[in-house]
């Protein structure tokens, strides 16, 4: 799987020679939303037909509703009209919305075309577009209906981040800083020596932070790609907590690096709490932590103003429910995660949202 994610600058200029490589014909469905349209629709669009690309573009609004059935109908109707069948792909060039968005139409349309990503965002670059997971959301839940559709190719250009917006940069920082927290303690090393140099997109770091994160991840769904072992599910490190934070901001005002962020602190404190991590282990993991920045406020108004109950209760999603426990992924050291098999009593979870709470009101000193 590793083999297929290509790291440099420019990436699309060697597209052509790719493609053939990977058995895939040079007849593209590109997709973008419209700000990765403008900002780089021309320069993609221009470098593959250099190469005698055959392209149908396509465009969705930028927003996470454009990961929606209507959407996937409307593109599948200019498909049709554009003459794509079964001997073209389809490249998606955005975020995870475009890559997720993306790789459901190609998994699906005339029973499955080869998919290729090209990520723009952090997130996308070191997540969403590794791993095969594609889908649309339903007005019941996020990300209900999809595909395991691997990529035939992850296209990943670094140059395109430098005209991401600094939230979304640490938004896709959290994930980064996650893989050095559950599989990697030399990248979590180099990850606290050079923060500060990754989050200002500097080369040769930037690219550097890109390349290791991708390839833990693709490592770790390639030994558990449909999740049975336990081994996967490790990448939900701090997700339990962020998904009760998304919920109680209704999925909108708080994005989701930013909900990890602050969920791995909460697992960093459960994970110690529970004695499986030591006090100073969690200690420099928070002191990590304490180095994000967040649009002004939202601390206050998306974490600290909630009860911890209030918190626990929005960690139960509706897909949960059915068996109404909770799972943590928790640290043993840095660098090592596990899936707890246990349950953890509700008293233990919200001891920790307290500590992380003490941890981001009080100056990040905590323990
Ligand atoms: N499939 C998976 O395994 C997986 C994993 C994690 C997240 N996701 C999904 O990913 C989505 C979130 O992805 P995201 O955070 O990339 O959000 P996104 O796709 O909405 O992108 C964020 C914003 O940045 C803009 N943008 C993209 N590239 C840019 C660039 N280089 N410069 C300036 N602006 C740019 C986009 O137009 C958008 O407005 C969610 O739908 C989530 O469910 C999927
Ligand atoms: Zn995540």
Redo the contacts with the bound molecule.
Sequence with gaps: MSSNIIVGTPVLSEAAELYRKHGLALKTVVLF????RR??GDRVIGTLEEQGFRLLELSVP???TS?SFSSAYRLYGSMIEGGVDRSWNLLAV???????LG?FIAASYYRGLPVVQC???L??MT??S??G???INHPLG??LIGFFHMPELVLIDPS??S???RR?VF??MAEVIKYGFIADRDFLEWLEKHFDRITALEEPFISEAVRRSAFIKADVVEKDFRETTGLRATLNFGHTFAHGLEKLAEYRHI???EAVTIGMACALCLSHNLGYLSVDAMRSGLELISRFRFPKGLLERRFLMHSAEALLENMFSDKKKLDSKLRFVLLKKPGEAFLLEEDVEDREVLRAIEDARRFFSEGNTIG
């Design positions: 939303d419209e700000n990765t900002l780089f930028a927003r996470e990961k955005g975020g995870g919305v475009v890559g997720d790789g990520p723009t965002t997130l996308a997540d969403s590794i791993g997971k594609v889908a996020k990300n395109f981040l005209t991401l917006p979304e938004g896709g994005r989701h690096g």
